[in-house]
Structures are given as C-alpha cells and as structure tokens.
C-alpha cells in the first residue's frame, strides 16, 4: 500500500508533465502510423502485382528493421538534427515491415479459384483487385497494421533522446533519479496506449471486414 500511495503522488504531482508527454506520445504514434500505412499499403499492392521485385522491398524494410531502435535514432541525427522529424523517420522505418508484409501476403494468399472464377466473369484485374483480393486479404493487412502500431507506441519512448519528448522523457527522468514510481508513471501509460490502439483497431477490423470472411 505504501508504494502505490507513493505512485499516486507522484502521478498527482507531476500530471502536468505526464498529459503533455502523452500528448507528445500520441501524435508521434499516431502520425508514424499514419505515414507507415499511406506508404505500405500502396507498396504491398504494387508487389502483390510485380513479385519479383517483392522480395527486394520487404527484404529492404527487414534490414532496417535489424537495426536496433537507439541506434536507428543515432544513426538520422546527424542527418536530420534532433527534434520530431527524426523520431517520426525512425518510427515510420520500424512500422513499414509488419504492414508492407501482411498486405503482400494477403493478397497473393487469395485462393486461385476465387480469381479465376472473378476472370470468367468477366472482372478486369482492377476489379479483381477491389472487389476480391483487398476485401478477402483485409484481415492479414489489420493485423500487419495492429502490429505497426503496438511496435511504434513501444519505440517511441525512444524519441526523448532526439529532443523529440513523448512519455519516454517521463521515464528517463526516473532512471536518473532512481525514482521507480516516476519510471511508473511513464511506463504504464505507453503500455495503456498501446493497448487501446489495438483495441481499436480490432474493432475497426470487424467492423470493416465483410462477414462472410470474419474469422
């Protein structure tokens, strides 16, 4: 009881900090995401349709995914300075490959049948494309997303060490302070946030995939 009365302190003394961080941790995540998926979607389409050149572009977002996150960090200051800018580059690098992956996977997992049926029909391969394999690939490109996004709510506590904030600055003042409930205060809303992101993308999920192909 005495630790979480000292947790509840801390969280009631220093509340002005952590709603701005969180704010700060929010729109890194969110804009990261958003960026992540206007690239990836369009790209997986495009290597779902050239396969031989798929391997090369999920080759090339595994590699920079190896990179180990501070380092990625370090490696684009002193490219693009410290600030925003360099921790969206980052975030958006580590988002790229879950998405990219699962929309290509998706699509070219289509049952043949359901193409060639779609064919002799009469379909042309954009409608194939609109009205088949987007649809039916629709739950392997959201859990891809789902993916991206918990990974970057994570990684973006590493933005407060290119000036970025976010609530990664909450707990690094409380690994130099050896303040355990700081460190708290600033871990469990990113695990919350996380948490709520996938929430709500599960729930988008559903609501969007048709439901003849609900799993």
Do not use: C
């Not at 960026?35 to 979607?41: E, K, M």
């Not at 130099?176 to 709500?200: E, M, R, T």
């Amino acid at each position: 009881m005495e630790h979480l009365q000292v947790f509840m302190d801390t969280v009631v003394s220093r509340q002005d900090l952590l709603i701005e961080r969180t704010i700060q941790h929010l729109y890194l995540s969110f804009i990261a995401i958003l960026i992540a998926v206007g690239i990836s979607l369009p790209l997986g389409i495009y290597i779902s349709r050239n396969r031989k050149v798929a391997e090369f572009y999920i080759g090339i977002t595994a590699v920079l995914q190896t990179i180990p996150s501070l380092a990625l960090f370090g490696f684009l200051v002193p490219v693009l300075g410290i600030g925003s800018i360099t921790a969206l580059v980052a975030l958006i690098i580590y988002a790229l490959l879950p998405i990219l992956r699962n929309t290509y996977t998706g699509i070219t997992g289509v049952d043949e049948g359901i193409i060639e049926a779609g064919e002799g029909m009469g379909m042309t391969q954009r409608q194939i494309l609109w009205k088949i394999q987007l649809p039916l690939s629709l739950p392997f490109m959201m859990a891809g997303v789902r993916t991206a996004t918990v990974l970057t709510v994570g990684v973006a506590t590493l933005a407060t060490f290119v000036g970025a904030g976010g609530l990664g600055d909450v707990i690094w003042r409380g690994l130099q302070s050896w303040n355990n409930s700081l460190v708290l205060a600033g871990a469990i809303p990113v695990a919350l946030l996380a948490l709520l992101f996938d929430s709500l993308l599960k729930f988008v999920e559903k609501k969007v995939t048709p439901k003849g192909i609900k799993y």
